[in-house]
């Protein structure tokens, strides 16, 4: 059944990417792997898409400082602060995602946060598995 319901996140071949139905599919997907009831769901997911756009703009900080680095002239001193600058950045987002899987565990079961996870993990790997298999297809 869960390879049935995979299957049907897949975005039609030609068909623009939609953010929103992504989040629908992924919210689905959660769902139904980590057996949320809709009161469950109503109190984990504003949580959870709380935390993801705010480790988003992170990760585009992050993204921005190792694309616009030093020049390739720079002192060694000026690429040790970009590297501190990152790792700096990459903490807050872990620590970020620490605050907000507290915030979660106690909005529903602990066991349940943990199997929202682990299928967020299996949705993204399905999504690009499927991303690549289409891309082969061409």
Same mark, same amino acid.
């Given at each position: 059944?869960?390879?049935?319901?995979?299957?049907?996140?897949?975005?039609?071949?030609?068909?623009?990417?939609?953010?929103?139905?992504?989040?629908?599919?992924?919210?689905?997907?959660?769902?139904?792997?980590?057996?949320?009831?809709?009161?469950?769901?109503?109190?984990?997911?504003?949580?959870?898409?709380?935390?993801? =756009?705010?480790?988003? %703009?992170?990760?585009? *900080?992050?993204?921005?400082?190792?694309?616009?680095?030093? !020049?390739?002239? &720079?002192? @060694?001193?000026?690429?040790?602060?970009?590297?501190?600058?990152?790792?700096?950045?990459?903490?807050?987002?872990?620590?970020?995602? =620490?605050?907000?899987? %507290?915030?979660?565990? *106690?909005?529903?079961?602990?066991?349940?946060?943990?199997? !929202?996870?682990? &299928?967020? @993990?299996?949705?993204?790997?399905?999504?690009?598995?499927?991303?690549?298999?289409?891309?082969?297809?061409?």
């Amino acid at each position: 059944m869960v390879a049935a319901m995979a299957g049907m996140y897949a975005q039609p071949k030609g068909e623009r990417f939609s953010p929103e139905q992504f989040r629908v599919h992924l919210e689905g997907y959660i769902s139904h792997e980590a057996g949320l009831t809709a009161s469950e769901g109503k109190a984990f997911f504003p949580l959870f898409h709380e935390m993801k =756009e705010k480790q988003h %703009k992170l990760q585009d *900080k992050i993204f921005r400082l190792k694309r616009n680095g030093p !020049a390739s002239n &720079a002192s @060694d001193k000026d690429f040790a602060t970009a590297v501190l600058n990152i790792k700096s950045l990459e903490v807050k987002k872990a620590e970020l995602e =620490e605050q907000y899987y %507290k915030k979660m565990c *106690k909005a529903i079961p602990a066991r349940k946060v943990y199997l !929202a996870m682990k &299928a967020e @993990d299996r949705f993204h790997r399905k999504m690009l598995r499927d991303f690549k298999r289409r891309g082969s297809r061409k």
